[in-house]
C-alpha cells in the first residue's frame, strides 16, 4: 500500500518561509495526483493545493493564491510545497495526499477524492 511521508514543518514567525515536501517510499508518485490539506485544532482538513501527475496542472486555495506554490520531481519522486508570507491563519497541520485517479473539476479541492494520505507535518506561525 501507498505510503506518504510528510517533513518540512517547524515553527516561523508571521511572513517567514517553509517549504514541505512529500515522500513515498516503494511507490512512483507519478502514478498519483497529489493535494496538500491543512488541519487547524478542532476543524476539518481543509484543502491547500494540489498538482496532477506531470506537474502541468495545479489548483490553489484563494487563501494561499500567490504565496503556496506546489511542484513536483518525479525524478525524484518528491512533491513540494514552498510557503512564504505565512500567517497564523496558515497554522495547522499540513498532510499530502494521493489519488490513483484522474480529478476533475471541484473534485481535487475535495478530501473524499484522495485514497492515501500521510500522518502530516506541524507548521506553526507566530512571533
Known amino acids: 500500500q501507498l505510503q506518504l511521508v510528510e517533513s518540512g514543518g517547524g515553527l516561523v514567525q508571521p511572513g517567514g518561509s517553509l517549504r514541505l515536501s512529500c515522500e513515498s517510499s516503494g511507490f512512483r508518485l507519478d502514478d498519483y495526483a497529489i493535494g496538500w490539506f491543512r488541519q487547524a485544532p478542532g476543524n476539518q482538513r481543509k484543502f491547500v493545493a494540489a498538482?496532477?501527475?506531470?506537474?502541468?496542472?495545479?489548483y490553489y486555495a484563494d487563501s494561499v493564491k500567490g504565496r503556496f506554490t506546489i511542484s513536483r520531481d518525479n525524478a525524484t519522486n518528491t512533491v513540494s510545497l514552498q510557503m512564504n508570507g505565512l500567517k497564523p491563519e496558515d497554522m495547522g497541520v499540513y498532510s499530502c495526499a494521493a489519488s490513483p485517479f484522474a480529478l476533475y473539476g471541484s473534485s481535487w479541492y475535495t478530501r473524499s477524492a484522495y485514497d492515501y494520505w500521510g500522518q502530516g507535518t506541524q507548521v506553526s506561525v507566530s512571533s
Open positions: 498538482i496532477n501527475w506531470n506537474g502541468e496542472n495545479s
